[in-house]
């Protein structure tokens, strides 16, 4: 994947979507530099989260309801970009939102694509993501 870690990621704009780099982008939540300031942008980092896997960072932005003990990343899979769909709530003074999303990837050398529909909400004054919704 392109911005990772490590890499001359300065002028590689990030796998999230936005037009940044990922230092400046994701990699500055990733590095706990700041936090996401909506639900949205949380979803754009976590996304760009599993395409670097970064574990730490997908279990701390995890609600502890419903956090996983691991993620299990399949090496076979990248995520390639992402397609924010539709939101509700989830800005600067909400306390929940939703964030319907369109993640595609290829596993194998097939393209595919995950659509979810996932709630967040804000915990001790950080976006988490809580589950998909059905």
Known sequence: ????????????????????????????????????PTAERLMRSRFSAFGVQDEAYLLRTWHPSTRPPRIDFDP?????????LATTGGRLLDTEGTVRFRAH??????????????????HDGAWLYVTALP
């Open 1 to 36: 994947m392109r911005g990772v870690p490590g890499s001359d990621s300065s002028n590689v704009n990030c796998v999230c979507g936005l037009p940044a780099p990922y230092d400046d982008c994701c990699g500055r939540f990733h590095r706990g530099d700041a936090n996401a």
């Open 76 to 84: 076979a899979l990248r995520w390639q970009r992402l397609e924010i």
């Open 105 to 122: 990837f290829v596993r194998r050398k097939r393209p595919g694509a995950l659509e979810e529909n996932s709630r967040f909400v804000l």
